[in-house]
């Protein structure tokens, strides 16, 4: 996301419908399923292009290019959903998102089709047909369905290679195993002492693994835990700067500002504006 890119609430169900001949293309961060609901639709990309039947899913990757064009005759409606795993620090290990991050770079390939009959494309179905949404038990299922459809990517994603220096394979194999929500509270002196090995080495080696400074990399995972307190909860600004992690209420506005463009609570109000607002952003390229 960019600093001041648009925040949009992810593992949520949203029904997009698109005129005959509209075309659609994801502006969304992370990774975008669609599945078409009614219609019919094509999936078109300079690689490879491929129709898109009633029930069929399509995944785009984090980099993904390629768009969706309805049927000139009656158009489509879809139904699609986001995931940004770095959203999910409290599920997934620092390890994962990596493998999860290096995985979702499909930015050569054309989007992912799954026909109607894929397992995936039933959950999905069976998802958008439950009429009550914004539900935990919904956020849950098209986490399971995410992680079903970028299975094969996580199985041969490279996130696991490590060079044979003990000091890279002790840090690749502390960050899967922890969750990257410990990057919170934790400090640069805690991770020296359960690396044993100087602070300039471990910053060292950190960058290496992890491609980005701890500083950098912590900020960012309390930024965005921020984020999340402040567009689903009415937690007090000083409470939401405590709980992501900041220890002074002045650097959390200063830090937050700089890499959103807006004050928390200024950020909090648009938001929330947003969200209640009918949705004009609708991705359409043209009709």
């Known amino acids: 996301m960019s600093a001041k890119g648009l925040f949009e609430l992810h593992l949520v169900v949203k ?24 219609g019919q639709a094509y999936s078109i990309h300079a690689l490879k292009s491929q129709e898109l039947d009633t029930g069929a899913v399509i995944g785009f990757g984090r980099s993904g290019r390629g768009y969706i064009r309805a049927s000139q005759v009656n158009g489509a409606t879809l139904n699609c959903f986001h995931v940004e795993p770095e959203r999910l620090a409290g599920l997934i290990t620092l390890g994962e998102q990596q493998s999860l991050e290096q995985a979702a770079k499909w930015e050569k390939a054309p989007p992912r089709v799954f026909l109607p009959g894929h397992p995936v494309s039933q959950k999905f179905k069976s998802v958008c047909s439950n009429p009550q949404r ?35 394979m002790r840090m690749s194999e502390l960050l899967r195993q922890m969750p990257a929500s410990a990057l919170l509270d934790l400090t640069l002196d805690e991770l020296v ?95």
């Open 15 to 38: 029904e997009i419908p698109l005129p005959p001949a509209a075309e659609w293309q994801p502006g969304l961060p992370g990774w975008v399923f669609a599945q078409v609901t009614m």
């Open 134 to 168: 914004h539900l935990f038990s919904e956020r849950l299922h098209l986490l399971e369905i995410f992680t079903e459809l970028v299975a094969e990517e996580l199985k041969s994603a490279p996130g696991e290679s490590v060079v044979a220096h003990s000091a890279r």
């Open 193 to 287: 002492q359960q690396m044993h090995c100087t602070p300039r080495h471990v910053s060292r080696v950190f960058n290496e693994v992890v491609g980005t400074c701890f500083r950098k990399k912590q900020s960012e995972v309390r930024l965005l835990r921020a984020q999340e307190l402040l567009a689903t909860t009415d937690t007090k600004i000083v409470e939401v700067a405590m709980e992501s992690g900041f220890q002074s209420v002045s650097l959390f506005n200063l830090m937050f500002k700089r890499r959103f463009g807006s004050t928390p609570g200024e950020w909090r109000k648009r938001v929330r504006r947003d969200v209640r607002a009918p949705s004009a952003r609708k991705h359409l390229l043209r009709a």
